[in-house]
């Protein structure tokens, strides 16, 4: 297929993105009430990881030039389309016209340039930078027309675009994006009540006339699944965006006055393991770990059923998954086995730390505690606030076991990176990486992506326990709402209230 064939299919889909289809006529107007259990530490995805950022700003408040639809394919955002060169290095992005920031700031080429080169300089902050430093040039042909060359191939440059890190911030105003975004989305931001709730209205100079079709969006932040429940069945919310306790959307799934979706999602849930703090530098030890979990009891203890088992960190929802679940099979002896081998045959001591704002990290970790106590290991559970275990866990790696889901798409080039929280060094990786991003056909991006879930499943880097499900809840009037997230994103564009 040619590529100025590709980028006809591409401005094609602007047509049906434009005018999307339901099976009912949506509705204009209304206030639509989400609840998401953690509160963002900012509101700047360009600045910070935090899956609670991209959950209220993406596709809400913010855009890219590329955006991923409900069914995870990526579809024109702020470009119409793109072209591909016959080596695969250079991206030509015909940018839409008439777009404005809700500080009525154009956005154009100019401005996407500025954007994409702040992103690749490292004093800028951006969470991943490594998803821009392949970029070699970015030139304006036209107002309207960006060209971005890469150094090499990198098969998931497009997919990186479509990341909350690479959204489009407007040249004035951004200094102060973490508190008071400014973005060319369907809603524009009104307040954050800190402890509370981010507001935020219809932006009626949007650049697609049709969306959105609420006139507010209201994100609540509560953390305690039972207070969530309480305040969808009194009225106070219309979706709460992600059930933390699975055993509370059996319940709803038979009330009459809400629906559940049991979609799939791109995060999986893994007992983070510090690899270079004693004992579990030791590849055996954390062999040995992996054949002490049963995954598809966690699985049933934890989410009641709810989630699916994985032996690495790879979603069965996203392309050129590989089961590795085989590898570790549940197997108490072998563990005993392989801590006897490491020079541990009475077992150790140790501590798991866990975000008290995450009710299934508590229960799993609960349960994985049960689990290796069989093979000699006593776990100490700490229960640390979300501050606490962004600054002591994930800034400064002091723990040696926590519990958490990594949720976003494509991320399993964090073991890349020898000083991320995991502290995980592998060259062998490294270098699979590598080509898995240089790849030149499917077949090769297969193979390499596979590869890499083969070395870091063996390595036992973590505990790989499973792919988190889909879990959202909503009174029968939210029309609209994503059923599987394919992105980290609470994406209300195209949400509207039946009446």
């Known amino acids: 297929m040619s590529a100025i064939f590709r980028f006809f299919i591409v401005v094609v889909s ?19 009430t989400v609840c998401q259990p953690a509160e ?37 955002g702020l470009a119409n389309g793109w072209e591909v060169s016959a080596d695969g290095k250079t991206y030509t992005f015909l940018l839409r016209k008439g777009v404005f920031f809700h500080n009525g700031e154009p956005f154009d080429a100019k401005v996407a340039q500025w954007n994409l080169k702040r992103a690749t300089n490292p004093e800028s902050g951006n969470p991943h930078p490594e998803y821009f430093n392949g970029i070699d040039t970015i030139k304006i042909k036209n107002v309207h027309t960006l060209v971005i060359r890469l150094k090499t191939v990198d098969a998931l440059f497009i997919a990186h675009l479509a990341e909350g890190d690479a959204v489009m911030l407007p040249m004035k105003g951004y200094e102060n994006a973490k508190s008071n975004p400014i973005g060319t989305g369907p809603f ?15 932006f009626d100079a949007y650049w697609n006339p ?11 932040f509560i953390s305690d699944p039972a207070a969530q429940i309480a305040a969808l069945k009194a009225g106070d919310i219309d979706v ?5 306790a699975p055993e509370s959307a059996m319940m709803l799934e038979k009330d009459k006055r809400f629906k559940v979706y049991a979609g799939t999602t791109t995060g999986e849930v893994i007992m983070s393991t510090n690899n270079q703090a004693p004992p579990f530098d030791n590849k055996l030890v954390r062999q040995a770990i992996a054949h002490a979990i049963n995954r598809q009891d966690v699985v049933m203890l934890v989410m009641f059923g709810y989630g699916t088992p994985i032996g690495s960190h790879w979603s069965p929802a996203t392309p050129y998954y590989k089961d590795l679940t085989g590898r570790f099979p549940y197997d108490p002896e072998k563990a005993g086995a392989l801590l006897k081998e490491a020079g541990y045959p009475d ?26 106590s069989k093979v000699g290991i006593d776990l100490t559970i700490e229960i640390v606030e979300w501050g606490q275990w ?34 995980y060094d592998s060259q062998d990786f490294r270098d699979a990486y590598a080509k898995a ?63």
């Open 390 to 423: 962004i600054d002591r866990i994930f800034n400064k790696k002091e723990y040696q076991l926590t519990m958490i889901g990594h949720v976003e798409a494509w991320d399993i080039g964090i073991y890349a990176k020898p000083d991320y929280y995991f502290q």
């Open 210 to 220: 049709i969306l959105p079709y609420l006139d507010k969006v209201i994100f609540r």
């Open 347 to 372: 077992g150790f001591k140790a501590t798991i730390k866990l975000p008290a704002i995450y009710s299934y990290s508590k229960r799993a970790g609960e349960v994985i505690a049960d689990m290796l």
């Open 437 to 499: 991003l240089q790849a030149p056909s499917e077949m090769e991006k297969e193979k390499w992506f596979g590869r890499c879930q083969e070395i870091i499943a063996e390595d036992a880097v973590n505990g790989f326990l499973f792919s988190a499900p889909s879990l959202p809840v909503m009174t029968v009037k939210v029309m609209g709402w994503w059923e599987n997230y394919p992105t980290v994103a609470l994406d209300c564009s195209e949400v509207w209230l039946k009446q």
């Open 14 to 32: 602007l047509v049906f993105m434009a005018f999307p289809a339901f099976s009912q006529t949506p509705v204009t107007g209304g206030i639509l």
């Open 40 to 76: 963002p530490p900012g509101l700047d995805p360009t600045s910070n990881t935090a899956a609670a950022i991209d959950r209220v700003v993406y596709a809400n408040i913010y855009e890219g030039l590329v955006k991923v639809d409900s069914k995870g394919g990526f579809v024109p």
């Open 240 to 244: 709460i965006g992600y059930i933390a």
């Open 188 to 202: 524009k931001f009104v307040k954050w009540a800190r402890g509370d709730r981010v507001e935020m209205v219809r």
